[in-house]
C-alpha cells in the first residue's frame, strides 16, 4: 500500500476538518473488482494503520475516484477514524469497464461490490455504507436485497425517485441534468480532468441553455453526445422510469439509516419521505436538516454532516432524532420527530393583478433555492419580482412571530392560453426594509383551466414580527426547469415557441403548516 496523495496529506496537517486522527492512512488505488457482468470496477482501498480489526465503509458512485475532495472527505477522514474505506466507480465511468446507466446498473454491482469484499482478509464482516447525493442512491439500490453484514448507512443530501429527481412537477430539470451530468457522465479519472469538464461546462453553459433545439445545444457542455442524458430528457412517462425509483425500498429496509439533507437541497422532499417511510415501518432513522445547497452542505455543513456520520458508524445514538436549523430564528433545533405537531392554515390572497405573459424566447429566470449556479440558496428576490412576468402577493406585517414547519403548498385556480404552461410559485420572507428572500418553492406543468396545486417543498421558517409573509408566482425558473415551449412537443427535438397568457383566480389560496 501507498502513502496517499500529497494534497491529501497536507490537508490532513494543516486544515483538517473533523476530529482528531486515530490512525494514519495507507492507499491502494484502482484495484480492478469485478462487476454483476464481469466488468472491472475501478475501486480505491483506504486502510488504518493498524493491526486491529476494523469495519468497513463501501461508498459507490460514477465520480468518487476523481480525486478531491472525495479522497479527503471520504477516503482520508473516515479510514482515519478507525474503518477501511472503499471507493468505487460506477460501471463505464471514470476507467471503470462496461457501460453506464443511470439506474440499471447498480443494484447488481452493489452486490458483487460486497461478494469482493468477503474475500478480502481485512474484511470483518461488519458492513457500512456512507455518501451524497448520487452515491445515497447506491445505497437504495443495495436495499432491495440487503446483505447481511450490513450494519448502518448514511445517507446523505440524496434521491431515491429518479423520476421525480430528473422532472420534478412535470418540467424537465434542465440544469441539474447538465451539472450532475458532468458528474454523472464526463468521463472524469481525475481531479484535473473533473475541473477542465466544469470549465468547458462554464465557457459553453449560455449557449446550451439557451439555444434550441436542446438536443443539439447541450453536447457543447459534456463535449459531446451523451446517450444517458437524452434518454432521461426523451423520457417524462412514470413508467419508463418505474425501476429507477427506489422509494419503496424505504418500507422494508431493516438497516439502521441516518438521514441528512439541507433546504435549498435538490431534493429534500424525498429525503423526508424515506424518513417517515422508514418511520412508519417501524424504524428509527435520525434525520439532519441544515440551512445548505446541494453543494455547500459539504462544505458550510460538514461538521454536523460528519458527526452525524461518525456517530452511525460507531453505533452511537444522536442526542435527538431529529435535528434541524430554522430560518428566520437562525438557530438549530432538536425534535422529536418531523415535523412537529401542528395546523394547515390557507392564506387566500387577494392579487393586484391576476394574469401575466410568459414568453419562452425570453423565460423568467431562475434565481434563488435548489440551485447548483451562483444564485443558489437564500437570496434577494427584488430583480426577480420586478419582472412583468411575475406576480408577488404579500400580507401585512405580522403582529406576533409565525413558525411554518412542513410541506407547504400552493392551490391555484389558473388557466392557460397556450398548450401547455408552468406555474412555479414561491413563498418568501419579507422584513421591514423590504428585502424579501426566499423559503421554498416549486413548480407544476398544467394544460387548461382548473384547479393547479404546486407542492413547494418542505419549510423550516420562523416569520418574525414586522415581517410579511410574500407569495411569487411565473411561469418558470429556466434554466433550473427547462422553459415551456408552449406547444407540448417533445422538449429535446423542439424549436418552436409559444408565449401563454396565465390567469390567476382570487379563489386560490397558500396553505402552510403553521406551528
Known sequence: MRRLPLLVRMLRRRTRKGPSA?????????LPVPAADG????????????????????????????????NYLYGALVAEQGFHVVLQNCRGTGGSGGRFHVWRNEPADGQAAVAWL???????????????????????ALGIDPPPEWRGAVMQIGMADLRDFSWPGGAFALERSLVGGIALFGQARTARHYAWA??????NWKKAVGRVPLLDAYPAVFGGRRPAFEECLAHPEPDHWADGDLMPVADKLAVPVSLCTGWWDLAPGQ??????????AGHDPDLLIGPWTHTSSLEDGWDEIFGQALRRLRGERPAAPVRVFIGGAEEWRDLPSWPPPGREERWAFTPDKTRFRYDPADPTPSIGGALQSKTQGRHDNAGLEARADVLTFTG?????????MGPVRAELDASTTAASGDLFARLCDVDPAGRSVNV???LTRFTGAGRVVVEMGPAGHRFRPGHRLRLMLAGGAHPRYLRNYGTGEPPGPATRMVATETAIEPTSALVLPMV
Open 271 to 280: 429525503v423526508i419521505e424515506q424518513y417517515q417511510r422508514l418511520r412508519a
Open 22 to 30: 486515530r490512525y494514519d492512512v495507507r492507499w491502494e488505488r484502482a
Open 198 to 203: 466544469i470549465a468547458r461546462m462554464q465557457r
Open 396 to 404: 401585512e406585517p405580522l403582529a406576533e412571530a409565525v413558525e411554518v
Open 118 to 140: 468477503r474475500g478480502q482478509a481485512w474484511f470483518t464482516g461488519e458492513l457500512y455504507t456512507l455518501g451524497a447525493s448520487y452515491m445515497a442512491y447506491a445505497q437504495w
Open 39 to 70: 466488468s472491472p470496477l475501478l475501486t480505491d482501498h483506504y486502510a488504518p494503520v493498524t493491526d486491529d480489526p476494523c469495519p468497513t465503509v463501501l461508498i459507490r458512485a460514477p465520480y468518487i475516484r476523481a480525486g478531491f475532495p472525495f
Open 440 to 442: 421554498c418553492d416549486g
